[in-house]
């Protein structure tokens, strides 16, 4: 068992101490994106041995980004309250005990359920891994820290399709959840001997239940009418199940203004530095869940590439993103994090026109790698520099539940663009079945996500200033 080392302990960058931490939290958040972007890539082989249609596969990714996202404010409260290492752990035994009911699940439905159960682990580890970083490091050190925790979390992200793939072509898409364990366990281990506990909030304090009861209700209503919608049209049960979530998320901002411990202090809103990198956020991360929910399904489907080929595409982000990431983070931490905010996505936008022009006659080493990997550069000019502005603009004492906010807006994005864009571009019932719906899908899905990854660059360019700023 680890020692508490007091909060006002700082470690410094390349320390012992300092390394061990970031292994921890990096392991942690890995844990939750390898299984996401494992996932992706299982996605029609689990439609095949299930016998699921694309709203099946639509739920296995939203049923789990659901509960992400509406609970994860709530974690980061409870992190900030009860310790962060305390819910961390938590949430990586509960992940744990969920990726196993995944990996036994007989039927779409029980998929889906288990997934739900699983979002709540990720929910509780996400904010707790950046919140830990924040709280440990000294000020001179963290961009650096959060660089290298995005830089070396993003290996997780992008080998993920690849590692997903080897194993769904091998072992099965069920081995995607079993790998969970193991990674697990080393988390643990590390995480109980070297990491010290912070708390910053009052744990006597009562929780904000009815707004947890209503975010969680709201976006639950409005993911099941945008995805029932797309496939089926506007019937009145879509129109009522929209018209509840909206006004049960009207409901949710009323009662966050007035309550005495709200799940969202609103009042971090008021830092316009806060609320415009929130807003780059939920743009540029919604553009980025279609990329990555549809690229695996049209190379394996259209261009019919293997699972572990098809994996292999994102192989240039995992190399990108490991090598500069933590640079990024440094040279934001100087320079400020407008400029990577505009520049990042703007090249992501530039890339994603390319990508959408993938179709059968598509060449891997051309028509796939060179638009990931110019992708992948705009994706790690501004990764860092995004995560570790959003904390400094929110301060210390409020870091886990800044990260959750900032962990929430990008999973609601995803969840949201994950529901409606395939009905939009006309990928319903069982379409992943016919390669040419696909592809003629895919290509308008990633014109769509180069326009929001496009805007993302245009509010950094009017609205996020270097420095904490919020004149």
């Given at each position: 068992m680890a020692s508490n080392v007091a909060p006002e302990t700082e470690l410094r960058w390349g320390s012992p101490a300092a390394r061990w931490v970031i292994a921890a939290t990096v392991g942690g958040s890995s844990l939750a994106m390898l299984d996401s972007t494992t996932v992706n890539v299982a996605l029609p082989a689990m439609g095949l041995d299930l016998g699921a249609r694309v709203r099946d596969l639509q739920w296995v990714l939203n049923g789990y980004t659901l509960a992400l996202a509406s609970l994860m404010l709530l974690a980061g409260s409870l992190a900030d309250r009860f310790g962060r290492r305390r819910i961390f752990t938590l949430g990586i035994v509960w992940f744990t005990v969920a990726s196993l009911l995944?990996?036994?699940?007989?039927?779409?439905?029980?998929?889906?359920?288990?997934?739900?159960?699983?979002?709540?682990?990720?929910?509780?580890?996400t904010p707790g891994s950046l919140a830990i970083l924040q709280a440990t490091f000294a000020t001179a050190d963290r961009a650096r820290a959060v660089g290298a925790w995005a830089g070396l979390g993003a290996i997780a992200g992008a080998v993920g399709p690849m590692v997903g793939g080897w194993l769904v072509a091998t072992l099965g898409w069920r081995s995607i959840f079993w790998t969970n364990v193991p990674i697990a366990v080393a988390v643990l281990w590390i995480t109980f001997r070297h990491v010290p506990e912070h708390r910053s909030g009052n744990p006597a304090a009562r929780f904000d239940l009815r707004?947890?009861?209503?975010?969680?209700?709201?976006?639950?209503?409005?993911?099941?009418?945008?995805?029932?919608?797309?496939?089926?049209?506007?019937?009145?049960?879509?129109?009522?199940?929209?018209?509840?979530?909206?006004?049960?998320?009207?409901?949710?901002?009323?009662?966050?203004?007035?309550?005495d411990a709200p799940l969202v202090p609103l009042s971090m809103f008021r830092s316009r530095q806060f609320s415009a990198i929130n807003v780059v956020t939920f743009v540029v991360y919604g553009g980025m869940a279609i990329v990555f929910f549809l690229l695996m399904v049209q190379l394996q489907v259209v261009v019919g590439v293997s699972p572990f080929v098809a994996g292999t595409a994102l192989l240039p982000v995992?190399?990108?993103?490991?090598?500069?990431?933590?640079?990024?983070?440094?040279?934001?931490?100087?320079?400020?994090?407008?400029?990577?905010?505009?520049?990042?996505?703007?090249?992501?936008?530039?890339?994603?026109v390319g990508i959408a022009r993938i179709d059968q006659s598509a060449s891997l080493a051309t028509d796939v790698f060179i638009p990931v990997t110019t992708f992948g550069v705009g994706l790690t000019i501004m990764v860092a520099p995004?995560?570790?502005?959003?904390?400094?603009?929110?301060?210390?004492?409020?870091?886990?539940?800044?990260?959750?906010?900032?962990?929430?807006?990008?999973?609601?994005?995803?969840?949201?663009?994950?529901?409606?864009?395939?009905?939009?571009?006309?990928?319903?019932?069982?379409?992943?079945?016919?390669?040419?719906?696909?592809?003629?899908?895919?290509?308008a899905a990633m014109y769509v996500a180069a326009a929001m990854v496009a805007v993302g660059a245009c509010v950094a360019l009017g609205f996020v200033r270097d420095g904490r700023a919020d004149a």
């Open positions: 995944c990996a036994v699940a007989p039927t779409p439905l029980l998929l889906i359920v288990a997934r739900v159960l699983q979002g709540i682990g990720g929910a509780l580890l707004g947890a009861a209503l975010a969680t209700c709201g976006l639950g209503a409005v993911t099941w009418a945008l995805i029932t919608g797309g496939a089926d049209g506007a019937s009145s049960a879509v129109i009522i199940s929209a018209l509840l979530g909206a006004s049960a998320l009207a409901l949710f901002i009323v009662i966050e203004r007035h309550a995992t190399v990108l993103m490991f090598t500069l990431s933590a640079r990024m983070g440094a040279l934001a931490h100087r320079i400020g994090p407008r400029r990577p905010l505009v520049i990042g996505p703007l090249i992501m936008a530039g890339a994603l995004l995560t570790s502005s959003v904390l400094e603009a929110a301060g210390t004492h409020r870091s886990g539940i800044a990260s959750a906010i900032n962990n929430a807006v990008a999973r609601t994005a995803g969840l949201l663009t994950v529901a409606a864009v395939p009905g939009l571009v006309g990928l319903t019932g069982d379409s992943f079945a016919h390669p040419a719906r696909v592809s003629d899908g895919f290509t």
